[in-house]
């Protein structure tokens, strides 16, 4: 088969592929959904693809030489490993992102977070979909991390800039 026709396959299992950055990465190569870490190297490093990938290759695709699964597995490791880094054509920091833009994004998230002063001090922000005592906010800082990856395409680094800007900003924020 040629090249064109593989790259399209890789594609579409990339495009059925969930990377949730707070749980892991579900694959569509198994009836139950294949979930594995972000920090498992051993799946990035797997020199031939998992017996779950042919199959689904082979059932899915009609896909059944080697040569060609293997060329689609070191494309698919190499996609998922340059979303993951993000190197997927995301600007970020590393890659020349300005720090205007994270004040923007920072600015965003302390607009949208409301603290109601009135008794107890509920606080209600983006990145969850509950109400909670304010003094709770910072036990909240895997959901701040996942909201920030979705919707504004941030790295780690980036991440940790605006976390410790919005921590500060809300602090001031709090009434005691």
């Not at 490791?77 to 997927?88: F, H, M």
Request: aromatic share 18%; proline share 5%; glycine share 6%.
């Amino acid at each position: 088969m040629g090249n064109n026709y593989l790259d399209k396959v890789v594609d579409q299992i990339v495009r059925e592929t969930r990377i949730d950055y707070s749980v892991g990465i579900f694959t569509p190569f198994r009836e139950f959904p294949f979930q594995i870490t972000i920090s498992d190297s051993r799946f990035f490093s797997s020199p031939s693809p998992p017996a779950s990938f042919t199959f689904h290759l082979t059932e899915v695709y009609s896909i059944s030489e080697w040569g060609e699964i293997t060329y689609l597995w070191d494309k698919y490791v190499k996609t998922l490993r340059d979303k993951i880094e993000g190197n997927d054509g995301v600007i970020n920091e590393s890659n020349g992102m300005n720090n205007n833009y994270l004040d923007k994004v920072l600015k965003q998230i302390v607009r949208e977070t409301t603290i109601d002063y009135r008794g107890r001090g509920k606080i209600f922000t983006p990145f969850t979909t509950f109400t909670f005592p304010s003094l709770y906010i910072f036990y909240y800082r895997s959901n701040f991390t996942k909201h920030c990856k979705e919707v504004y395409g941030l790295n780690e680094q980036e991440i940790e800039y605006i976390w410790k800007e919005y921590r500060d900003i809300i602090k001031d924020k709090l009434p005691y």
